[in-house]
């Protein structure tokens, strides 16, 4: 019995061990097919992942590991873990690859970091990444990927490092990421096209101590939660459109080094305490934004500051004097701002500098400030490149020891008050690379040590008193691309052997001086030359036909010189050439037919020299308002709108009328005898009806038919009120029709009570007579007369224009018709218009003309909404207004122009210059386009219309937007089309004419070309 017990036990004992080895086995296949299966898996998400990549990634040698001969976890860029052989780590940076990312990733279940930086990659962002829950690293920056961020992110709750940046991400930033990535240390979505408002859950990410946001569309304020990210070291929200104030929550971040917060809309301005709550910061950047208030004295607490950058803001007050306790820092930009009170003691900081002994850049341009340039300059750090002080108040002399600044390669010192001489030290200056001086009032020599500095690439002198040659010595500056000497008193001759040496020039200026002599034949060497200016000096002898072997040549300007001889056929070779002016000169012989075949020429002035012969009909000569030949007695021919007589074969008519030279010349002095005797009884009786009908200027008298005061009367129904059109600044404007026109005139009554009504008349009848343009109105005739009471009477008759003023097109404030309006394509047409007139007045007159008074109520459009400038009431000659600076001066405490447009240096009674006239031109086109007037009652606080438009830029733009604008915009986004980057080019056109200082406006010439630039983008989206 106990022997079978016994038995059965053993046999039970037995059965049990069989069983566990079975179960034992069973586990082991189990597992053992298990990871083949998940092995399996990741293989074939890997092989999918390949599978959608293209282009050079399946001819990158990195790739050519990834096949069936090596096992997956020995593919390139491939990291599998050790136990159980699954991937946990894909890294392929920087290797070209194209094509999108497979969905199939998500299948990488054990995948903990993925670094895909630097390829070509395009597509969206898979929302399989969400399935990776071990996921800790993902890195996908500069890459081409597209579509939103995805929510399912929100999912990999262990992510410590998320990179995005430079992509093409659109839509917003999902606010789950903020609430369940608590593990988060680093995150970048910089450089995208993000839109919306900053997450508030992003301050939940308390680990967090990177964090940039640059560079997207962000709005909205700085969320007051992101001031728990208490170990925050880099914060960067530049280049969005943030606005409000900087959140008081963020000063508790003690830990941060890095602040970047430029081009935002940020408001308010930094706290006292500024410096002690950021003890540990190494760079500031705050610029473009619209803070003000003062610079915290506190700023100089922090000692690591190495960059410290507010420009571009409304900072105000003096600089902190104590900031040489900064012994670390590199940077210290605060130019374009208020600072500075224009007085001695704005410059006081400098002297604390010279503790800086590291300090590289010093950029405090375009500021207030003023007094005495110190000495201390020349001790500033001898490590110090950059040096930008120009565009403010700074008077004295240039300090001699400059030259121990040997390390500088940028010096600005231009658009101050500077005097005495250029030092010789200058020439110590080995490395400059650029050094602006203009605009100020240097005097003496170009000191011959200039020629020392080897590297120079860019030298303006431009617009201070220097006498004296150029320095030979100059030649040595081989790689000199723009040499800008205009607007001084030097003299002689140009060497040949100086231009001769500049083969890498691209701009040339040396106009408004007193040259004499050949010019250089050898500019020819400069064949990279694009801009030649060597206007109004006294050259002499004959254009150089070498010119024409500058291909590059897109503006060429003699005019006002002595230049004789013929007009080179060679110039037909500059296929480029854009603007040729050779008015003013002496030159004689036919316009080359070579000209009309320059097809990018739309400027063309030869006008005041001693041209004959037929004017040809092509090219630019087909645009009456392209070209300007008046002042040359003998030319014929031409288009219709030359209004020039037709030429004829003189040999032909001596034998059809017979004549001989004898003949001819008798009746020539019989003529002219007889019209000396009707010319003498005309001013004598003239003498003796001195207070009959008409008394007519004698600056009218050879092109101008004379009309009268009861004339005038008859036109206008007796100047009643249904005739009249409008107020004018000195007198009322009636409709009228004369005897003499078939068509309606213009009649500008002159209120002589007015103080500068007869000023005003003179000045303008002056004017028009000298110029003639498409867009400016044209003048018919002058009346100074006396009228029936016996009282003096002064009228102006210009063409009439049908269509008003702009002002009427743009406000609708006097019962005018509410329903007509400018489209943009009209807008962009009138500013065409406008520029081409105003380009005409300041440089392709004989003698420049600023107007002075650019405004909508002088803009008028004929039938054809073709814009004309009128009311030169106020223009001034610039030669009169250069030869009497006392009148000038006089004068300056006289506001000449109309609050609103009136440039600021006019209104501080600075001198007359075309800058003015561009000013005002910029602020008539931001008027078109925001359809407020620059006196509008919204405009306070430090707002204008400049600034608003300013600050909308770009992606704001329609916020701002004439309703009738907007609504534009709106129907053509329903067809498929868009001007709204049409319409930001135009607006950044209208700030960029704008800014306060002159020497920063746009060109005329600029305008003009930007602004057909527009047009035709504009022509490409309506096609």
Not at 199 to 205: D, K
Not at 845 to 861: A, E
Not at 920 to 943: A, C, H, Q, W
Request: glycine share 8%; charged share 20%.
């Amino acid at each position: 019995m106990e022997k079978s017990i016994l038995k059965l036990n053993c046999i039970v004992h037995i059965s049990f061990l069989l069983c566990i080895v079975a179960v034992m086995t069973l586990v082991s296949k189990s597992f053992k097919l298990g990871m083949a299966m998940g092995n399996e898996t990741d293989r074939l998400a890997l092989l999918a992942f390949k599978d959608q990549l293209v282009g050079a990634s399946h001819a990158h040698a990195g790739l050519l590991s990834w096949n069936a001969s090596l096992h997956f976890c020995e593919w390139r860029g491939v990291r599998c873990g050790r136990r159980q052989q699954r991937v946990i780590g894909l890294s392929l940076p920087g290797m070209k690859l194209g094509g999108s990312i497979s969905p199939s990733i998500g299948n990488l279940s054990f995948l903990r970091e993925t670094d895909l930086f630097n390829n070509s990659l395009k597509g969206n962002i898979p929302s399989e990444f969400g399935q990776l829950r071990r996921l800790r690293s993902l890195n996908l920056s500069q890459n081409n990927l597209q579509g939103n961020i995805p929510i399912e992110l929100a999912n990999c709750s262990n992510l410590v490092f998320l990179n995005l940046s430079y992509n093409s991400l659109s839509g917003e930033i999902p606010s789950p990421l903020g609430d369940n990535m608590k593990n988060m240390i680093k995150l970048s979505v910089a450089s995208n096209d993000l839109v919306g408002g900053i997450p508030s859950s992003l301050g939940n990410l308390s680990s967090l101590d990177y964090l940039r946001f640059e560079h997207n569309h962000f709005n909205g304020a700085i969320p007051e939660a992101l001031g728990r990210l208490w170990s925050l070291k880099i914060f960067s929200m530049a280049e969005n459109n943030l606005s409000g104030i900087i959140p008081s929550t963020i000063y508790n971040l003690s830990s941060l080094t890095h602040v970047s917060m430029a081009r935002n809309n940020l408001s308010g301005g930094l706290a006292p305490r500024f410096g002690f709550a950021f003890r540990n910061l190494e760079t500031l950047y705050v610029g473009e934004n619209q803070f003000t208030g003062r610079i915290p004295r506190s700023v100089s607490n922090i000692s690591g500051l190495k960059q410290l950058d507010i420009n571009s803001n409304g900072f105000s007050g003096l600089v902190p004097s104590d900031l040489g306790k900064l012994r670390n820092l590199l940077l210290f930009d605060i130019h374009d701002n208020d600072i500075g009170l224009g007085t001695e003691g704005d410059l006081d900081f400098l002297s604390s500098l010279r503790n800086c002994s590291r300090l590289q850049y010093l950029v405090i341009h375009d500021n207030r400030l003023g007094g005495m340039l110190p000495d201390t300059v020349a001790n500033l750090s001898a490590q110090l490149e950059d040096l930008y002080m120009g565009g403010n108040q700074i008077s004295g002399n240039i300090p001699q020891g400059i030259g121990n600044l040997y390390k500088l390669m940028y010096a600005y010192l231009g658009g101050n008050f500077l005097t005495g001489k250029l030092p010789v030290s200058i020439g110590q200056l080995r490395n400059l690379g650029q050094i602006d001086l203009s605009l100020n009032h240097l005097s003496g020599e170009i000191p011959s040590s200039i020629g020392n500095l080897s590297r120079l690439v860019y030298l303006y002198l431009n617009g201070n008193d220097f006498q004296g040659r150029i320095p030979l010595t100059l030649r040595e500056c081989k790689d000199v691309e723009e040499l800008d000497l205009s607007l001084n008193k030097l003299g002689g001759n140009v060497p040949d052997q100086l231009v001769a040496a500049f083969r890498s020039l691209i701009t040339l200026n040396l106009s408004h001086n007193s040259f004499n002599g050949s010019f250089p034949s050898d500019i020819s060497n400069s064949k990279n030359l694009v801009e030649l200016y060597v206007d109004n000096n006294n050259f002499s002898g004959e254009i150089p036909e070498q010119l024409g072997e500058i291909s590059e040549l897109r503006i060429l300007n003699m005019q006002g010189n002595n230049f004789q001889g013929s007009i080179p056929r060679a110039l037909g070779s500059l296929r480029g050439l854009e603007i040729l002016d050779l008015s003013g000169n002496d030159l004689s012989g036919t316009i080359p037919l070579e000209l009309q075949k320059l097809q990018f020429l739309v400027n063309l002035n030869l006008s005041f020299n001693q041209l004959e012969g037929e004017v040809p009909e092509e090219g630019v000569f087909k645009n009456i308002s392209g070209f300007s030949i008046v002042g040359n007695k003998d030319l014929c021919g031409g288009l219709p709108g030359t209004e020039l007589p037709k030429c004829f074969d003189k040999t032909a008519t001596k034998k059809r009328n017979g004549l001989s030279t004898k003949s001819i010349v008798v009746i020539v002095i019989s003529l002219s005898l007889a019209s000396v005797s009707v010319a003498f009884i005309v001013i004598l009786c003239w003498r003796k009806q001195s207070r009959k009908d008409t008394i007519h200027l004698s600056l009218q008298r050879d092109s101008l038919f004379q009309v009268s005061y009861k004339e005038l009367v008859e036109a206008t129904n007796g100047f009643s009120a249904l005739n009249f059109l409008g107020q004018g600044s000195f007198g009322s404007v009636y409709k009228g029709f004369l005897k003499q026109q078939e068509i309606p005139i213009a009649i500008k009554v002159l209120n002589l009570q007015n103080l500068g009504a007869v000023k005003s008349f003179v000045a303008e009848c002056e004017v028009l007579r000298n110029v003639r343009h498409r867009n400016l109105v044209k003048l018919i005739t002058c009346c100074s007369s006396i009228n029936f009471q016996g009282n003096d009477f002064k009228a102006i008759v210009l063409e009439f224009m049908a269509n008003g003023s702009l002002e009427s097109w743009l406000h609708h404030d006097h019962g005018e018709d509410h329903s007509r309006h400018l489209n943009f394509a009209q807008m962009l047409d009138i500013a065409i218009d406008v520029a081409n007139a105003i380009d005409y007045l300041h440089r392709h007159c004989q003698t420049p003309i600023v107007h002075r008074d650019i405004k909508p109520t002088n803009v008028l459009l004929d039938d054809d909404m073709v814009a004309h400038v009128g009311d030169f009431g106020m223009a001034k000659l610039l030669s009169y207004a250069a030869s009497n600076p006392d009148n000038e001066q006089a004068t300056s405490s006289i506001i000449k122009g109309t609050i609103g447009y009136l440039a600021p240096e006019c209104g501080m009674g600075g001198p007359t210059s075309p800058e003015g006239d561009i000013y005002s031109y910029g602020i008539l086109v931001l008027e078109m386009i925001t359809g407020k007037r620059p006196t509008d009652d919204t405009f306070d606080d430090g707002i204008s219309l400049h600034s608003l438009c300013k600050t909308a830029l770009p992606e704001q733009l329609e916020e701002i937007l004439d309703f009738r604008l907007l609504e534009q915009i709106n129907e053509q986004k329903r067809r498929g089309q868009n001007m709204l980057e049409c319409l930001v080019s135009f607006t950044n056109v209208g700030v960029a004419c704008s800014v306060e200082v002159p020497v920063q406006r746009m060109k005329i010439e600029d305008v003009v070309t930007e602004l057909h630039a527009i047009k035709a983008r504009l022509h490409e989206i309506e096609v």
